[in-house]
């Protein structure tokens, strides 16, 4: 996994709240392998018309937020499904970080597994930085090192448990890691089944 | 580690710390007894083969086909082949892995939040997961049962634990006894609309109180299910003789002498007198009438007598955008009566309202009636299935110019080609009225089974209180 330290970009303002993951990518493309990109599906049904043509007013369509790799949003986004295609989405499209108010506990959870941040910060910060976004495109720093969210005339520190900071900063593999606790994991569970051997699936 | 004393505890924390392996840097690493795997998990299996790494525990891994089943001629082949592919690869992930299936072809076949259950793997006081968000349901047992991402998915394949931040705990406790007409997708709407679909975020919801004490266990999973809509990582419900009885005897529950050992066990798992939640809501019956959504998220519902929301009377300029957006996307005007809002079609299924019970309730008031609108039932196993015809309920859903489907998670979120066209509006008894969610422009307003059918039955969103009523008078 790629590490994430600091990331300087401009962002995105997406205003809409609890955007769930349905339409984060609707379900009739998850059939699709991930080695095709998913970055064609993000957001797909607001972006593309019935036809599939691009919706000029859409904001991911507007040229000066190309290129954006911060999304700045509304509360509760990535709510719904537990599709980490969502995130696939946002990755494969170039997406680093989502700074919200609340995120969904599921998508909060894949999303620093594939190198996307998701940043919680209080909604009227979320709303001073989402103001530094209208017009001038403006350009966030997200510093994951020092914790901080960076922009125009404010610099707002933002909480993260030091297991994911840690993971995202060096790309730990967290399968690596916990293979490391084999080991005990065996003990553990020789353990718990012989208290409680009812627990184990019959045949 | 558990402490030496730890005071009373939550049925959380009590099957928590029983699955604690180890903690490090404010994380747990929780032991996981069950893992569902259904079509969506071949992300995982591709990366675990990319990593060369194997599945360490199969036997506790279970695959399930439904989210991409047909619920029509199965016999024939699967006509899309982007379709069939996604139900042979399970087929073959699973094959490969040594993990039992329960594909397209089993007498076990069904939804998967209806078949752990249903096949006595979903027990109290177990770890369960699955790649899907509506993994909650299992915590009617008194599991802790949450969904996952397919990262975590490969992680549980090859270790059979997880890492998890402890979260809270929130109490909503349902006094009185539920009114007649009010089933437990009503409660569950009721609560959601009352704490947001974001009111649960970070935490684990135990629901308590007579009403819910009073629940069978199918309108128990009704309200687990849709926890996730509330934001809440899990659900879970305090086992009891309700949970004891249903489990009892299932192909996968303990036997014999485990059995004894495994009810008391269940027994000591109830909530401590004294534990304290980081949260707790309170509701009475008396204030849940039967619930209609109205809008784009779950907790955008209302009693069906009430009107539809004025954007106007918002005074948080967000919340009114929220608002508008929902109504426009919807196709209704505020201060419309719910009451005389039309339907084009209905779907009775998914994991939230699919079991016996659930197509009982909608056939009650089918019996001897048509449907104005056309719509299908799908039952959430094949099992369900078998029961109901012997009961006669298809004949009554078939009467009534209804189709009757097998099971699947078909028009809930229309992966297996179950959609509802375009701009029409669906009268629905799944758990996500999201834009798209049931195909492209769709409309859809969630309800219990009765609702539905009574929708279906006048056309428009109803009352079924009045059409009760109106039958037996
Ligand atoms: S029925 Fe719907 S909500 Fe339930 S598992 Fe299937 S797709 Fe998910």
Not at chain 2, 140 to 155: C, D, K, R, T, Y
Not at chain 2, 266 to 292: N, Q, T
Request: proline residues 7%; glycine residues 10%; charged residues 25%.
């Amino acid at each position: 996994m790629e590490p994430f330290t600091v990331l300087t970009s401009r962002a995105v303002p997406l205003d809409i709240a609890n955007v769930d993951t349905d339409q984060l990518i609707p379900a009739r493309f998850l059939k699709k392998p991930r080695s095709s990109g998913y970055d064609n599906y993000l957001l797909y049904d607001l972006r593309f018309d019935e036809a599939g043509a691009p919706r000029p007013d859409f904001v991911l369509n507007r040229p000066e937020y190309r290129g954006a790799k911060i999304v700045v949003t509304g509360p509760n986004f990535g709510c719904g499904s537990s599709r980490e295609g969502a995130v696939y989405a946002l990755v494969d499209a170039g997406i680093r970080c989502v700074i919200a108010a609340s995120f969904g506990d599921i998508f909060f959870n894949n999303a620093p597994k594939n190198g996307l941040l998701p940043v919680v910060l209080p909604p009227d910060q979320v709303a001073e930085v989402r103001a530094a976004l209208d017009g001038a495109c403006a350009e966030l720093t997200v510093d994951l090192q020092a914790q901080e969210v960076r922009g125009p005339g404010f610099a707002f520190r933002f909480d993260i448990d030091p297991f994911r900071r840690e993971g995202l900063l060096k790309g730990i593999d967290e399968i690596d890691l916990t293979l490391q606790y084999r080991e005990r994991i065996e003990a553990f569970r020789a353990d718990y089944l012989a208290e409680r051997p009812w627990a184990g699936v019959r045949g | 580690m558990p402490d030496a004393a730890p005071g009373p505890l939550t049925l959380f924390e009590k099957v928590w710390r029983r699955h604690l392996v180890l903690e490090r840097d404010g994380q747990a690493l929780l032991y996981i007894d069950r893992h569902f795997a259904h079509e969506g998990s071949f992300h995982a299996f591709e990366k675990l083969r990319a990593s060369g790494r194997r599945v360490i525990a199969p036997g506790q891994t279970f695959g399930v086909a439904d989210h991409y089943v047909p619920t029509r001629d199965r016999a024939r082949p699967i006509p899309n082949p982007e379709i069939a592919n996604m139900v042979d690869m399970l087929g073959r992930n699973t094959a490969e892995n040594g993990i039992r299936l329960f594909g397209l072809d089993d007498p076990g076949q069904g939804i998967v939040h209806v078949i752990g259950p249903e096949q006595g793997l979903t027990q109290p006081g177990l770890t369960i997961v699955c790649g899907d968000s509506h993994t909650s349901t299992h915590g009617a047992f008194g599991a802790l049962a949450f969904g996952i991402g397919a990262s975590e998915v490969a992680h549980v394949l090859a270790t059979q634990c997880l890492w998890q931040k402890r979260p809270k705990t929130l109490r909503i406790t349902i006094d009185g006894r539920l009114h007649p007409g009010v089933a437990a997708k009503d409660v569950i709407l009721a609560v959601i609309s009352r704490i947001g679909a974001n009111g649960g975020t970070g935490h684990i919801v135990e629901y308590a109180g007579e009403a819910i004490r009073g629940l069978s266990m199918e309108g128990r999973m009704t309200i687990c299910n849709m926890s996730i809509e509330a934001g809440a990582k899990a659900g879970m419900i305090a086992p009891d003789e309700t949970t004891f009885a249903y489990l009892k005897g299932r192909p996968f529950a303990p036997a014999g002498e485990a059995w004894e050992r495994a009810v008391a066990d269940w027994r000591g798992l109830a909530s401590d007198e004294g534990a304290r939640f980081d949260r707790e809501v309170r509701l009475h019956s008396d204030e849940i009438a039967p619930m209609v959504t109205w809008g784009t998220s779950p907790e955008e519902a209302l009693p069906v007598t009430a009107l539809v929301p004025d954007p106007a009377s918002e005074s948080d300029p967000a919340r009114r955008a929220q608002v508008e957006r929902s109504l426009s996307y919807m196709g209704l005007v505020p201060g419309q009566k719910l009451s005389e809002v039309t339907v084009d079609r209905i779907f009775i299924g998914s994991c939230t309202n699919s079991r016996i019970e659930d197509l009982r309730a909608a056939a009650a008031i089918l019996r001897g009636r048509r449907s104005a609108v056309p719509g299908i039932v799908s039952p959430g196993s094949s099992a369900v299935k078998r029961m109901a015809e012997a009961e006669g309920l298809d004949r009554v859903f078939t009467a009534a110019g209804l189709e009757w489907r097998d099971s699947g998670c078909s028009m809930c979120v229309g992966m297996n080609g179950d959609l509802v066209p375009a701009g029409e509006r669906c009268a629905s008894t799944s758990n996500r009225n999201f834009p798209g969610r049931q195909g492209p422009n769709a409309r859809t307003h969630l309800m219990s089974p009765a609702m539905a059918a009574a929708a279906a039955v006048t056309g428009r969103l109803t009352d079924v209180r009045g059409l009760t009523v109106g039958e037996a008078a």
